[in-house]
């Protein structure tokens, strides 16, 4: 080792290290945290409506965990899903969302797939999506707030579904004239549901959240064991995720700018590392 | 209940006895209350009132396994099967420390169909119609157990066997714990009488209420998928029927021994509040849920006990200490009052107790309209 500066093949592998540095990160497909991708006109799309089709094969998951939601009903704490697998597509006019999970018994009505016969002791098993009703506001995670309503999608395994307008726990309503339809399926222990939202519907943005690309969505799960005696505020939910249907739907602009900073930061300080080495 | 907490309750009630002016306490937001007492002396355990409720309200639609009115045989399971073994309802104010009429809630247990009893289908078609020689009976699994399974059981053994008729609908309570136990507010007081109702429109059919509520007197409809329970006949109480006569409800006009008295707690002209507050003869059952029913019991008496040789002797045969276990402390009060007044009759005397407990004068008895 000379005293007389990098040599030739130093400067190459630094220029190398700086390049890489830069450039692989936006190369990988990164996602931000609580983001759940949203295919856009997917192949086999007019199969997206059979919750266990091939299209599904084709969109892209994001898997979400999911907690004993915070309420005042008795045994809230004691819930039994932990998490949910989430695929979401979107065609000309529809959105389509897909939740998975795992449930060895499924408490449903559905032809195939009951397991015991209803009585005054079985509960259903359920799932919801919900939605700021406004997709501008930040309702709280407990279905919002009078100020803040949330539009929720809820499918129970008598094969029933509903869009609801809550402001806060216990305040559920019916929407009148829902535009959202489910379909489930449970096969080998794992449930499938599919709700579908036409992108256009009369009141968007009031009691209805507006899905027309204008803006991310705001999006909360939950799912209810109902051999678990599941119902109500005792249910597994997630943390607020959101769909990326605003402008830039690759993912917000910006993260590019950071990973090409976070990149040339490592680079400058792996290559002042290897000189100073070198001086020493 | 501990004597403490039974003290408590007994000054509560005494603090509302009858003076001049004194009003009872109703429900927040109530204006009056619907109430209704049982003489248990008159039970014959008929069950006409049962089939009454029945065939006006729950015949069919998921509701067949529902009795919202019922009579079960005391001492005995009752309807639920251990209904009273289920929880529910309050602690007390002591329990809870607390300077309120109740404590906490304490959450009770969902009956299974098999407590309640499943509804039986019966080959009527078979031998009633197509000539079977078939004996009438439930088809389908062997019934291991239903309402009215252990009738006339009782306790004791003889000749001092004992039993008496429990009949039992909604309480319509003062503090109901269905209507707390739901989180969607969907059971409610009406504020004009106090029935205590299940909005439709709101529940969800969690069972939040069937489970919360210590007498089990609220049912699940499998195929409604909503809770249901005795409305106290209000569209009869509101005159909805063809001929436009307020009336009350099924269960209490159709009583052969007509055992029910029916109308307004605060009605201080009424025979309810004669005697539940001035003579303090009719009790809540189960006081410790803490609920504070509304309909209230003339505690039951029984021929004295028999010795081998059939002669009486001065022991009761119902056990005071069961029917403190049922309606508290006040029962013993309650059972020599009416005692005493009822010897005060024998010796020619007058009491207007045993004339508001014998009356056939149905304006007396039924008094729906007392505010109107």
């Known amino acids: 080792m000379t005293d007389d500066g990098p040599s030739t093949r130093t400067v190459l592998l630094a220029l190398a290290v700086v390049t890489v540095a830069a450039v692989a990160p936006t190369l990988v497909a990164a996602r931000p945290a609580n983001e759940i991708p949203v295919e856009e006109d997917p192949p086999d799309a007019e199969a997206l409506a059979e919750p266990a089709g091939d299209a599904w094969g084709r969109v892209p998951a994001a898997d979400v965990a999911l907690a004993s939601a915070e309420s005042s009903v008795p045994n809230a704490e004691d819930t039994s899903v932990e998490a949910v697998t989430v695929r979401a597509a979107q065609t000309d006019g529809s959105l389509f969302v897909r939740l998975s999970w795992d449930d060895a018994t499924a408490d449903a009505f559905t032809p195939g797939a009951e397991n015991r016969t209803p009585d005054v002791t079985t509960f259903w098993d359920a799932a919801a999506i919900q939605l700021p009703a406004n997709t501008s506001a930040h309702p709280g995670i407990a279905m919002g707030s009078d100020r803040t309503m949330v539009n929720v999608w809820y499918w129970s395994a008598p094969n029933t579904s509903q869009e609801l307008l809550a402001g806060g726990p216990g305040t559920t309503t019916p929407v009148g004239d829902p535009a959202v339809q489910t379909s489930a399926s449970y096969e080998d222990g794992t449930w499938h549901v599919v709700f579908e939202r036409t992108l256009q519907v009369d009141d968007a943005g009031e009691n209805r959240t507006t899905i027309e690309g204008e803006r991310d969505v705001d999006v909360a799960l939950a799912v209810w064991n109902g051999s678990n005696a599941e119902r109500s505020g005792q249910k597994a939910v997630s943390e607020w995720q959101y769909f990326p249907l605003g402008p830039g739907a690759e993912g917000p602009p910006y993260a590019t700018i950071l990973w090409i900073v976070a990149g040339l930061a490592i680079a400058v300080v792996i290559v002042a590392t290897v000189l100073g080495v070198q001086r020493t | 209940m501990s004597s403490d907490s039974q003290e408590t309750e007994t000054e509560t009630q005494t603090g509302t006895e009858s003076g001049a002016g004194a009003t009872v306490e109703l429900a927040d937001g109530v204006e009056h209350q619907v109430a209704m007492v049982m003489d248990l002396n008159k039970c014959i355990g008929c069950q006409t009132c049962t089939v009454a409720c029945k065939t006006l309200w729950t015949e069919g639609g998921g509701r067949e396994y529902m009795y919202w009115n019922n009579v ?284 508001l407990l014998t009356t056939t004068d149905m304006a007396e008895q039924y008094r729906l309209e007392a505010f109107e």
């Open chain 2, 72 to 355: 079960e045989t005391k001492p005995g399971r009752g309807y639920p099967r251990d209904w009273e073994e289920k929880g529910g309802g309050f602690e007390s104010a002591e329990q809870a420390n607390q300077e309120d009429v109740h404590g906490e809630r304490e959450v009770g247990e969902l009956p299974s169909a098999e407590d309640w009893g499943r509804p039986w289908e019966f080959n009527h078609e078979d031998v009633m119609y197509d000539g079977s020689d078939e004996s009438l009976r439930p088809q389908g699994p062997e019934p291991e157990w239903g309402p009215n399974w252990d009738e006339d059981q009782g306790a004791g053994e003889f000749p001092n066997s004992y039993y008496f008729y429990l009949p039992r609908i909604c309480n319509h309570c003062t503090h109901p714990s269905c209507a707390e136990a739901c989180p969607r507010k969907a059971l409610y007081k009406r504020e004009e009488d106090g029935i205590v109702l299940v909005d439709q429109e709101r529940c969800r059919g969690y069972r939040y209420c069937v489970e919360g509520c210590p007498y089990n007197k609220v049912h699940f409809n499998v195929l409604s998928k909503k809770s249901e329970k005795c409305i106290f006949c209000y569209p009869r109480k509101e005159a909805e029927g063809p001929d436009d006569e307020v009336r009350p409800p099924a269960c209490a006009t159709e009583c052969p021994p007509q055992l029910r008295l029916v109308g307004f707690l605060d009605d201080e002209d009424g025979p309810i509040y004669k005697l539940v507050e001035e003579w303090e003869v009719a009790l809540r059952l189960h006081p410790e849920f803490h609920t504070e029913p509304n309909v209230y019991y003339v505690p039951p008496f029984a021929p004295p006990q028999h010795d081998d040789e059939g002669e009486t002797v001065g022991v009761e045969r119902i056990p005071r200490t069961y029917l403190e276990e049922l309606f508290g402390e006040q029962v013993h009060e309650a059972l020599d009052t009416i005692e005493r007044e009822r010897e005060r009759v024998e010796r020619g005397g007058e009491s207007e107790l045993m004339e």
